[in-house]
């Protein structure tokens, strides 16, 4: 039973757990409603918000395609960004429009949730 879950979790099909699942139950199929004040956000665009959904789905397709914990939503020291959201987020050194693994530091987490 063990090798039938891994082979069905590492199936392309499986990404639609992110799509049905996870979307839902992290709200992030909300995003195209957001409109953030300008005010207080004056660099967020629908790029960025793009950036925002596609962070926290690649998370999620990750965990599950390598198999890590789910501990790893609450305290992990890493996450998935373009050099937009990086920028927006503080985090230097992410360049191009694609996401991708990027390891955090303590002190780039503390500037990434003031954010």
């Not at 979790?9 to 709200?27: C, G, S, V, Y």
């Not at 409603?33 to 004056?42: C, G, I, L, Q, V």
């Not at 629908?46 to 962070?55: G, I, P, T």
């Not at 360049?95 to 303590?106: A, D, E």
Request: hydrophobic share 40%; aromatic share 10%.
């Amino acid at each position: 039973m063990q090798a039938q879950i891994k082979r069905m979790l590492a199936d392309p099909k499986a990404h639609a757990l992110t799509e049905n699942f996870a979307a839902q139950w992290l709200q992030i199929r909300r995003l195209p409603e957001a409109r953030p004040s300008t005010d207080f956000f004056p660099t967020f665009t629908s790029d960025l918000k793009d950036a925002m959904y596609a962070e926290t789905a690649t998370f999620f397709d990750k965990m599950r395609e390598e198999d890590k914990s789910t501990l790893d939503l609450l305290d992990a020291n890493y996450t998935y960004l373009n050099e937009e959201l990086a920028k927006h987020y503080g985090i230097p050194g992410v360049t191009g429009p694609q996401m991708r693994l990027v390891q955090l530091r303590p002190e780039t987490i503390v500037a990434a949730c003031s954010a």
